[in-house]
């Protein structure tokens, strides 16, 4: 530490009459990044319905992650059930059929009992027999045989057991049929849980990372899976309860296949494992906008069958035994009810009239019929813009107990906001921030995220709830990043925002206290500090011509597809105009106009042609961590050969930067970026019923700093300190574990206490009351 190091002290006060909510930290499962299939689902087999298409994905089919040997053909006539039609047939004669599954990267198993269950169709007598082999490369590990005696022409379901010697990757589950015709369906293998004597449901070691979350409730399923691409893609409860083969599949939004095998019921269990109470996110009635008609509703005829289906969602969760779909959930197997408190109903819509009707319909049936559930509404993508304001004009219009923001954004932007909840109206709806993160999963952002978090916490009276998202990940098959948890077959790897997640969820208290703070530090990053102009065409090429900067002309240039970027001087003083003609030479979009430093550094971007060629964005980009500040604006799109001419004007003003540009001459981008100061070191303190106090202290910069914290109380003080800090605010990369260990320190002093809060570090402070 230099002696010049500014220190940090903390007075903590009294609790200031705000109640901290109970429910603030829980969770958000979403089938992302296989995080269902292939993931929390403990079914080692992939595909193991032969329902994969194209339409998941292309190149794609019903045999995706088999390999077939001998006559083995793709069938859908007389299925075991009709949603789920497409089976196998296997024809044994001089050779012997068999059909190999590989899991999802190759299975991985324990040792151990493992259940093997699927359907079966004798087609002739002659089929007496299935081999099942584990296999690895050409080694056996486990062989049984099903004795096939039942009626031919009947699907009958089969089990057996795979006995492991031990544990084993890289493995493939085979089953042969040696002689006769027989059909295949429903293929599943399971660990045997030894505790129960049943198949598990869930994967252990994911299940431990989510319950080590101490989550208060479990968002389910979307995000965008709940209202899906398009109205036949929306997620339906009642299509994902009973067995297997009679669950409706779903094309994935992020580009694979759900085979609903986690389906509602499962989630209810896991609510129920992790202790949280389950929040269903139902469509409001209405598909995904972000799609080529945009967005569309269930016709009104639809609708009171629609309204009802929401309805019976509450009473499978939470009616008695005697109620109807209460008598369902009681069937399967679960007399007790689910606890369920909150629904949310839709998620980031466009609020167009459509939705506004279909919303009001749904939440006065839900108001009418269930007054003690808390409806949770939805207010767009962003934690600003039309969507956001629009959702919030009118769930207050409609008196929702809570609105949905969410808000995926820089660690600068975090920084920015922690005091964003401070000013929040505490007479209309509450707010649930029920999907954020800091890019990426490095500490940086998660320094960023537990800033935001102390911001909500401190709000929590208004703020009721929040969940980071997405939560999970496999290596390898991801759509999403950052996420919290990535994992392999062997591995669970939590990066660092799931410490910080666990840290806060572990360290709540009941009410919020007062601080005085002195030695906070805050930097104001409203300006670039560096201020070069770069041309750049990732994927395209480019000519630019009768290139200007603050009206000094330049040669021609061409950006070739590499992202090679071209600098031209500018940007000296105050304001900066940029014109120029692009002209696509190849490729499918448009190009990059770069502000500010260089890459790593500050800078804004002004991309054209971006989605789809369909939209031009203003971005800013922060320690190479870059988002949108305006837009996405509709765009027509750029065509090779058609020159298009583009003016860009940057003015520093009032400390922060307007930027203005026209795209063939008509205003498409006009927006003052915000100059207020990033608050680097954060500090919040909650109070338990019991006088024991908890501080939270972020310190997202280069400097350790000494800690001197002033009591309430005059005699002795012993806490202890948990500490997530790492050399560098760059370390902890998506899909790696944090690698650091969490510190603990044990604090002792009389009336005050003094510790060295680490540079690039999150604490948390308990001190019980003496
Ligand atoms: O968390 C990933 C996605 O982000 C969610 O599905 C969606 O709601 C948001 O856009």
Redesign the pocket.
Known sequence: MTPHTPALHIALGEPIGRRASPDLWGI?L?D?NDALDGGLNADVVQNGQFEYSPEDRPGWGPLTAWTAQGSVTVRSADPVHTATATHVRLHGDRTAASITNHGYDGMTLGAGPHLLELALRRVDEAAASLTVRLTRGDREIARTSLALDAPAREWTFLQTRLELPADVEDAALALELARGTADLDVVSLRPIDPGTGRPRTFRPDLVAALAELKPSFVRFP????AHGLGLENMYHWKTTLGPRHERRHLRN?WGYHQSMSIGYLEYFLLCEQLGATPMPIVPAGVCCQNLPGGPRAIPQDEMPEYIRDVLDLVEFANGGAETGWGAVRTALGHPEPFGLRYLGVG??DQITADFRDRFHQIHAALRAEHPEITVIGTAG?NPFGIDFEDGWTFAREEDVAIVDE?G?RTPHWFHQNTRRFDTYDRSGPAVYVG?YAARTSRLRSALAEAAGMIGMERNSDVVRLASY??LLARVGHTQ?TPDLIYFTDTEVRPSASYHVQRMFSHARGEHVCGLEVTGAAARVRGVPDARSVRLRSPGNRVRWSEIAVDGITHPDQVTAADGEEIALPGWGADACEISVQLTRIEGAQGAEIHLGGPAGTTHYTVQLGGWQNRTSVVGRSDDGIGDEIDGPTPLRGFATGVPRHVRVRAELVAGSVRLRVWIDGELAHDVQDRGDPDELVVVGAVAREDGTRILKVVNATAQQRPLEITTPWDGPVTGTAEILAGPDPDEGAPFEAWPHPIGVESLHGRGRLEMAVPAWSFSVITLPAP
């Open positions: 958000f979403e992302i979307g995000g965008c899976v939004t998620n980031e993508p969410h995926y999907e998202a997405p999403w």
